[in-house]
């Protein structure tokens, strides 16, 4: 595990994050950032909430005070493998990591391919 460079020390700081995180405060604003954006485009989520997860995204986390690990990334992306876990603990950082950035959850795709069909059909049917 790598620690934070200065340029993502500076991206917590300009996010407003709140870091580090009092201790009777962890579970309520619990957030997560993407370091590996340029400053500008890091955007501070609400509470409870995280920055959108990607292969080579450095997510750090107010809570923990340091980069998540690769499991902790596809916990994020709410994907489970019941019964193999123990697995996933001896495949490289970097395999998760990109495994969860690259990974989304299908109900959320779900209900942006129905929203993409409902909008086309209700522009084809629009008078010109």
Do not use: W
């Not at 200065?6 to 579970?27: I, K, N, Y």
């Not at 019941?82 to 990974?103: F, I, T």
């Amino acid at each position: 595990m790598t620690e934070l460079s200065q340029r993502e020390l500076e991206c917590v700081s300009l996010s407003g994050l709140p870091f580090p995180c009092p201790a009777d405060t962890a579970l309520t604003d619990h957030r997560v950032i993407d370091t590996s954006q340029a400053a500008p485009m890091v955007q501070l989520p609400p509470p409870g909430m995280t920055s959108c997860v990607t292969p080579q995204g450095r997510m750090f986390s107010n809570v923990r005070g340091r980069l998540l690990f690769g499991v902790e990334k596809i916990a994020i992306q709410n994907i489970c493998y019941p019964g193999k876990q123990r697995v996933l603990v001896h495949e490289s950082n970097d395999l998760l990591s990109n495994l969860a950035g690259n990974s989304f959850e299908g109900r959320c795709a779900a209900a942006t391919l129905m929203t993409l069909q409902m909008v086309s059909a209700h522009v084809s049917l629009a008078p010109a």
